[in-house]
């Protein structure tokens, strides 16, 4: 067996302590003799897991008790529907911002369920920065102001927040824990799990407890949050293993020193490979830096003509999945928590070596 470095945006690489862990409990959880995957989800045993993933993310984001903790499933595909369809229940409009591809598809879907104010975007200088986030003309009435501060494909993130008294509901399936945030300037925060956290399967949903009133009575039993809050995130039966995966992912990242220690490492990986490509003629990044993202680092080659050798060369050293997205081309490394220093080093080094080659 032999593990590379893997650069996917998502499904994306998981914490190698936490997928021992998971394989040496595989058949025999906590002496039950049976699998996680085998457990009842109303069972004693997965409710302590579940318990467990609740406690461990309010302590790794300070998550007060302002909030409720929810594991939604569909991906965060679906709460582009879901959100629309229970917060802006009474109301007329929501605001979006658009600062790439996951919030543009974001706005698609919502516009089937209310009229989106588009407050800013930057599609007409193709996503390479962010809209002055102090001057948005956004609409006090509004449902809620969404927004995506880390654009995985585009490769764009932001950390300031509009100055609103409108609910922020954000799409973080990206940067969640990734970085320190203040849970408590926000409605809502959600994020899809494949990316940061753990395997597919599971939505984390972080909102705040005033916003379950407006989840309406005619949506969908599994679609609301009030309902999905009020039955701890089990309406019907959870995508238990995902959710136990989130858990030991949880766990390692408190064995990590948590939330601050993450950003610091992840600074300095992302400050490492920007820094390697703005000292190359051979490699670019268009994104301008103070919106570069520290998890998805997209990168094109000044020679077109050898991205396919590039990739060819890259597989075979270990380095995997670091094809851009079909819709943009050229490269992305993503290095999310789980990427090491060590695999961010053995990128540059691959990538200063096949410039020298080829350059
Ligand atoms: C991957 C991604 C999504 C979509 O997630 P699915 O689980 O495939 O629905 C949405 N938003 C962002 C920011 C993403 O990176």
């Given at each position: ?18 997928l ?9 959880w ?9 457990m ?11 318990a ?15 909030y ?6 569909g991906?965060a ?8 369809a ?20 974001a706005?698609?879907?919502?516009k ?5 104010n588009?407050v ?29 501060p ?7 993130e932001f ?12 799409d973080?399936s ?12 926000y409605?809502?925060i959600?994020?899809?799990a ?14 705040r ?9 005619n949506l ?45 490492v ?6 490492a ?30 020679d ?9 060369e ?34 540059i ?11």
């Amino acid at each position: 067996m032999s593990r590379v470095y893997n650069f996917c945006s998502g499904p994306a690489a998981l914490p190698e302590a936490v997928l021992k862990k998971a394989q040496a409990e595989m058949l025999d959880w906590h002496g039950t003799g049976v699998s996680v995957m085998e457990m009842s989800h109303r069972s004693t045993e997965f409710m302590s897991i579940l318990a467990s993933a609740k406690a461990r993310l309010a302590r790794l984001l300070n998550i007060n008790d302002d909030y409720e903790i929810l594991f939604a499933q569909g991906g965060a595909s679906t709460l582009f529907s879901q959100i629309p369809a229970n917060l802006a229940n009474g109301y007329d409009s929501a605001c979006y911002l658009d600062t790439g591809v996951w919030s543009t598809k974001a706005i698609k879907e919502a516009k089937k369920y209310l009229d989106v104010n588009l407050v800013g975007s930057s599609k007409d200088v193709n996503y390479i920065t962010v809209p002055n986030l102090d001057t948005l003309p956004l609409d006090e009435s509004a449902a809620y102001l969404h927004i995506c501060p880390n654009e995985t494909i585009g490769g764009v993130e932001f950390s300031g927040l509009p100055k609103t008294d409108l609910p922020i509901v954000a799409d973080l399936s990206s940067t969640i824990l990734s970085r320190k945030i203040d849970v408590s300037q926000y409605g809502m925060i959600y994020a899809g799990a494949q990316k940061n956290v753990g395997p597919a399967g599971v939505v984390i949903c972080i909102i705040r407890k005033d916003l379950l009133a407006r989840s309406g009575d005619n949506l969908p039993s599994t679609w609301s949050f009030a309902n999905l809050a009020a039955n701890d995130s089990m309406i019907n039966t959870p995508p238990t293993f995902a959710i136990y995966l989130a858990d030991l992912v949880f766990e390692w990242l408190e064995e990590q020193g948590g939330v601050d220690a993450m950003e610091a490492v992840n600074i300095q990986k992302a400050k490492a490979l920007y820094d390697f490509i703005d000292s190359s003629d051979f490699y670019a990044n268009p994104i301008e830096p103070a919106y570069r993202s520290r998890m998805n680092v997209p990168f094109t080659l000044a020679d077109k003509s050898l991205e396919s050798l590039f990739l060819e060369e890259s597989e075979a050293a270990g380095l995997r999945t670091l094809a851009g997205h079909r819709s943009v081309g050229g490269m992305r490394a993503s290095i999310y928590n789980a990427m090491p220093m060590e695999g961010v080093l053995a990128l540059i080094d691959f990538m200063s070596a096949f410039e020298k080659r080829h350059g």
